[in-house]
């Protein structure tokens, strides 16, 4: 597995990971779907805004409470000014021998996500289906209700430390409402760094 890939993913309590970089196309389809995106934001779960040559940072710390889960927040800095943050959690889950991304206000909504990795150098990531999350409810969301989405990262071989990611969100009936694609370098840091 390429170095990025374990320095994305495989690491510990009192260590983080930063990945910085541009995403080529930020983009979301038709304005139709505006109010949606819009309502979405509030929750930061995802935005309106679209754009070329967009920066991007994520930073993502390990915790073990009680069992190891990753915090993602990303930060997309919109040439009008505008910046779009959006933070999830992951979990593995060992009974489903899958990463649930937990989203949302108090993690309301989580994503079952099927993780392969293709050698020598991508890693697919697709939506296995979607969880609402009311205490210690949990209910099954049929996928014509909110879409699936995947992921395709490809670790740059010849660039120790940069990664391609090209993400999507489709739905059955919408076809592809949002998405994006672009590069990353990935840093794995102490905490004080």
Avoid at 53 to 82: M, N, Q, T, Y
Avoid at 113 to 135: K, N, Q
Avoid at 140 to 159: K, N, V
């Amino acid at each position: 597995m390429p170095q990025a890939f374990i320095d994305q993913y495989l690491f510990g309590p009192g260590e983080r990971v930063v990945l910085e970089g541009t995403m080529e196309r930020v983009w979301r389809r038709g304005r139709w779907l505006w109010p949606f995106f819009w309502l979405a934001s509030w929750p930061e779960m995802l935005f309106p805004e679209t754009g070329l040559d967009v920066p991007v940072s994520v930073d993502i710390r390990a915790a073990k409470e009680p069992s190891l889960r990753h915090v993602w927040r990303r930060d997309f800095r919109f040439p009008s000014g505008r910046r779009r943050r959006f933070t999830s959690r992951m979990d593995y889950d060992e009974r489903l021998r899958r990463v649930i991304e937990v989203i949302g206000p108090a993690g309301i909504l989580a994503i079952d996500w099927d993780m392969r990795f293709e050698p020598p150098s991508t890693l697919l990531l697709g939506a296995a289906g979607w969880v609402l999350r009311l205490g210690p409810l949990r209910l099954h969301l049929p996928g014509w209700l909110l879409g699936s989405g995947r992921a395709i990262e490809t670790a740059d071989l010849s660039r120790p430390g940069t990664i391609r990611i090209d993400f999507m969100v489709s739905h059955p009936l919408l076809g592809d409402v949002f998405g994006y694609v672009g590069e990353f370098l990935v840093r794995r840091r102490g905490l004080s760094g």
